[in-house]
């Protein structure tokens, strides 16, 4: 029985049209149908938008995919308009859909803020085309909108960071790094680092302030105070990490301001550190720079023998004649990445031999290749920087390094820098010389805080101190091993007195940091004095103390996974008073470089998409950043 040509017809039930169903049609004009039809498209809605756009000037081009032509890629525009109208404040709901306007505000502002796009974007073309054909409900944004978005995020996330560090446990130690961004404006990064309620390192940047190089050292240092007293944490500050040449005025006077309210800990002792990757980088320059004339004339030797098939094969030959056994090939280094110039150096040393061969046989093109004095300096000043590889590999191992492994390491350096003081190459011992002096500046800051820290890892405890300081001191070491052990039982003491345990101080951190009684206690108290050196002798009267007990216990077995932060938890309940002392110590940053950036031969550049912002708006992305990519990692 036939079909009538009124059966072969099939009607969309969205659009009304009527489509040829026969068999022999096929089903590909269906299928382009399904894609294309507008009332199917958008759920019904297409009229609701063409009748109400026609009302708004300019139009936009959308973006559609035809699937029959994806092999093409040939994209099809539709041309519709837009409107911005008031935000509304509930979803609005397509069908099945529904779309909630403010969320995705934020989630488009939070993405900004996250991937350091520019704030522009909202009001380029394509992204408009992209935004319209993914939710045509969605209300565009302005660049303004967008911004004011942005700043939103960032008080309630700044609410959340406050109320963290206002209910820390324990002290914090903060880190100041100096950013460029173009047209010469510099900005300061303060950063805050601390050892949580779980016995977990954390830090968060806390300011992004614009600063003017042209300012005195008292106005910067006042910009520093500032900013912590918006914190609330100059009472709860422990140390501040600054970079190994800034002014000893500006640390000056921000431990003065700190030591008058008595907020710091052994006078200030431990307050001043500084970052000391920054430190060797330094060193690392001087050594560059001695290297200077010979690092180019590598560079144009590897350039030579690269220069043509010809000649790498020459030079390839010519290793097997000598017997090179190296497999490393050669390269020419990355100025930017000093470990890379290094590496370019120790391969080339490798191949000494090849290349004066490779100068016998070319003499014309080999015109800048070493003489032997150089070869030999080259080679003792790559193994200066064999050592500072090795040790910067070493403290960026962790993503955040605590205090304890770095001492060792420092005392490493202290030992070879001895050492290549003693060369009989007054180019090189000069060198050294030069970059000793550097490093005693730092050593004389900071080895107190780092022997303290080296003490609190139990599987050294005072046993570090008294096998570098012999070698670092000789006779005298034994004399500086009990100045150390003065200021950790100083130290110690200051502790207990605010321990909630310490029954006979029950005031706590309030009487220590400010000097007024607690709640409870009579104003005319004159005997809190009393109370403290009660407290301090009876530690020697009666049972042992925490950190008796902790020295006198035996040594904790050395081993790769060892993580110290998770021992101190453990053992909180032994050593309450000294767990409170690690936390505080522990969480000193004495590197304050990311790892991705230890290398770098210049300083941190602010992205610059955002570097021509407003300075108010330009801290609010950086610290949301921050706190957002920290909530996500966690």
């Not at 936009?60 to 093409?72: G, H, N, P, R, S």
């Amino acid at each position: 029985m036939g079909i009538s040509s009124s059966e072969k017809k099939k009607k969309d039930g969205h659009c009304k049209k009527k489509l040829s169903g026969s068999s022999t049609s096929g089903t590909s004009h269906l299928r382009n149908h399904l894609i294309r039809c507008q009332r199917r498209s958008t759920n019904g809605i297409a009229p609701y938008f063409s009748g109400r756009e026609k009302k708004k000037e300019g139009s936009l081009a959308l973006v559609t995919i035809d699937q029959e032509q994806k092999k093409d890629e040939v994209l099809s525009l539709v041309n519709l308009r837009y409107e911005q109208e008031q935000i509304k404040s509930k979803p609005v709901s397509i069908g099945d859909n529904s779309l909630d306007q403010r969320r995705s505000q934020f989630d488009l502002a939070r993405m900004i803020i996250l991937h350091n796009y520019p704030l522009t974007m909202v009001e380029h073309v394509g992204f408009k085309i992209f935004v319209r054909n993914l939710q045509p409900l969605f209300e565009l944004v302005t660049y303004n909108k967008v911004e004011a978005d942005c700043m939103e995020i960032y008080a309630k996330e700044k609410q959340k960071v406050y109320e963290i560090l206002d209910k820390l446990p324990g002290k914090i130690s903060v880190t100041a790094d100096v950013w460029t961004a173009s047209g010469n404006s510099a900005y300061l990064s303060l950063t805050a680092n601390y050892i949580d309620e779980d016995w977990q390192l954390k830090k968060k940047i806390l300011n992004f302030v614009s600063v003017d190089p042209s300012h005195t050292e008292e106005m910067h240092s006042e910009v520093i105070m500032t900013c912590l007293m918006d914190w609330d944490i100059d009472r709860k500050l422990f140390s501040m990490i600054f970079d190994s040449f800034t002014s000893e005025n500006i640390v000056d006077r921000i431990r003065d301001r700190l030591s008058q309210n008595r907020f710091l800990y052994c006078n200030g002792q431990l307050f001043d550190v500084r970052c000391v990757v920054d430190l060797l980088n330094h060193m690392v320059q001087d050594a560059l720079e001695s290297l200077c004339e010979i690092t180019q004339k590598i560079r144009e030797s590897i350039r030579y023998v690269k220069s043509s098939e010809a000649t790498n094969s020459m030079f390839s030959e010519l290793a097997q004649e000598v017997q090179v056994e190296s497999k490393k090939c050669l390269c020419i280094d990355n100025p930017l990445k000093w470990n890379l110039t290094y590496f370019m150096l120790e391969v080339a040393l490798e191949y000494r031999k090849v290349f004066s061969c490779l100068r016998e046989r070319d003499p014309v093109n080999m015109k800048f290749l070493l003489s032997d004095l150089e070869w030999d300096r080259m080679s003792a000043i790559t193994s200066f920087l064999k050592l500072f590889v090795e040790v910067t590999n070493v403290f960026m191992r962790s993503k955040y390094p605590t205090a304890n492994i770095f001492f060792p390491e420092i005392c490493d350096i202290h030992l070879q820098l001895i050492e290549w003081c003693k060369n009989p190459d007054d180019y090189i011992s000069s060198l050294a010389a030069k970059m000793r002096k550097k490093f005693e500046d730092y050593w004389d800051k900071c080895s107190l805080g780092l022997a303290v820290a080296a003490m609190l890892d139990p599987r050294f405890k005072m046993k570090l101190l008294e096998y570098y300081y012999p070698q670092l001191y000789g006779d005298s070491a034994s004399e500086l091993i009990d100045d150390v052990f003065e200021c950790i039982k100083s130290l110690y003491n200051e502790h207990s007195v605010v321990s909630p345990l310490a029954s006979s101080l029950d005031q706590g951190l309030d009487w220590q940091v400010s000097g007024i009684p607690a709640s409870g206690k009579d104003s005319r108290d004159r005997l809190m004095g009393f109370d403290k050196f009660l407290h301090e002798t009876s530690q020697s009267e009666g049972s042992s103390s925490d950190l008796d007990k902790y020295l006198e216990e035996p040594l904790f077995p050395r081993n790769v996974d060892f993580n110290i932060l998770n021992w101190w938890k453990v053992h909180t309940p032994r050593y309450p008073i000294l767990s409170m002392m690690a936390r505080n110590i522990l969480g000193i940053p004495i590197s304050k470089v990311a790892a991705e950036s230890a290398f770098d031969t210049g300083g941190r550049v602010l992205d610059h998409n955002w570097s021509s912002l407003p300075p108010t708006t330009i801290q609010a992305l950086m610290c949301s950043q921050d706190w957002i990519r920290s909530e996500l990692e966690s």
